[in-house]
């Protein structure tokens, strides 16, 4: 049986940073240069995510006709690509896909669908775009509705809005904006903004440490670990200074500006002892052989008291180039090479979803009573400062439903075990005969009973055993 395709990542000049190999070991050129064009539209790591996503699509293309699929490949027509999407779809996905009166597909996600959907989607169409690009593909693009796009380009050129899509206003930090055409032919159902929850306490860990492998300064230590700990914005923290640290007395805190104050200081960022002790190191070491005037930290506070030095223009966190760091070059620079090194894909916002979720989960295991929740969710709202508040909360509380139903159901099932074990050691106690033996007549008994009270109830005393345990000890 074949292996499944694979990628490959090198380093080196002249190289492609990233090489996928079918299931023949062959190269696989058509994905090895959607994977280049994909790192300079975005980053590596997303480069791979879109891979990940697509190399079991392009395995099913790949199908042997002797297994009694039809063959397709990649660089067949539109209709045929098409087909063999929305088969994938429904088969190895589990959607529903069901045709508009309009011609284009809807796709509908089921319990058993894959989350991976919409990312699949988006990057076979921009995987058929780079193709077409690049006139490796002489059809349109497979993944593009054609009237759809037409009106789209319509609408775009009556607005005069030429400007780049903005996350949904679910999300609180935009403002309301008229709804664009889209041109994709498979379009998901429902679509809304939910974010990514992330749930793993490890996840700062695992970052720290492929910095850690890569060479990271403190600078990009102290950079990370505010971010997990504060749940800010990656521009929100490399865009502090020092003034913004003394303001809140050079302790654990940092007035800061938020997406729309227009860098006014409208909230603060708050983190641990541990991180505040590591930035004054920083700022006395490292960042004070890049700082033009080579002052520690105790010197720039004296020149601000002695010379009027202006301690907001003092920027906390320089770049090797003497800079202020920047949102795109601790991302391209830091983030993405160390998530490399730890081997995980994660985008840096997802240091503000991890902060959200672990302060989510702290307040429903912590608190005694439904106004606590209430009062303590009031002030997440207002720390994270959410323009739509309780709606953003709302799509963390899809998580943390079923989590804590999930979480009633093992002490349910732990009851139920040591009411098994309880029947067990007693039976053992008096010598009698295994419970598997008499399992008709309890069946009987259940059946007898089943009109005098509620049958879910019954059933549960049974697997426990405890009718059993009754009657022999009465």
Known sequence: ??????????????????????????????????????????????????????????????????????????????????????????????????????????????????????????????????????????????????????????????????????????????????????????????????????????????????GRRIGWRLAEQCITRILFESGCRVSEVVGLSLGDWAARGLLQEAQAFSKGSHERRVKFVRFSAATAKLLRRYFDTERRQLDSNHYTLDEYLQQSQGHGTNLNQVALFLSRRRKQVTAKGYREGCWHPACDAAGIVADVHQARHWYVTQMMRSIYETSHTQSEVDRRLRELIEYMKWRSGWETLQAYQHYFDPQRHAEMQDQLYQRLNAALQDELEYRAGQGLEPQASRTSASQAEVARSSNECDSDLEYLLALGGKRGVDNNRA
């Open 1 to 210: 049986m074949e292996s499944s395709s694979r990628i490959v990542t090198r380093t080196g000049p002249g190289q492609r940073r990233v090489l996928v190999f079918d299931r023949r070991n062959n190269l696989h050129f058509p994905l090895t240069v959607f994977a280049s064009e994909a790192v300079k539209r975005s980053s590596s790591s997303t480069a791979r995510l879109y891979l990940n996503t697509l190399i079991p699509f392009f395995d099913s293309l790949d199908a042997d006709e002797s297994d009694g699929a039809v063959h397709r490949t990649w660089d067949d027509p539109p209709e045929a690509i098409r087909q063999a999407v929305e088969d994938y779809l429904v088969e190895r996905l589990k959607c529903k896909v069901r045709e508009h009166h309009a011609g284009f597909q809807l796709v509908s996600l089921t319990d058993g669908a894959r989350t991976t959907v919409r990312v699949f989607l988006s990057a076979l169409k921009l995987f058929y775009r780079v193709m077409h690009g690049e006139n490796r593909y002489g059809h349109a693009n497979p993944l593009v509705d054609g009237p759809s796009a037409m009106l789209a380009e319509v609408e775009e050129q009556i607005s005069g809005d030429i400007s780049l899509p903005r996350i949904p206003e679910v999300s609180g930090v935009v403002a309301p904006r008229k709804r664009r055409l889209t041109d994709s032919y498979f379009r998901l159902v429902g679509e809304s903004w939910i974010p990514q929850v992330i749930d793993d306490p490890q996840l700062p860990v695992r970052i720290l440490s492929g």
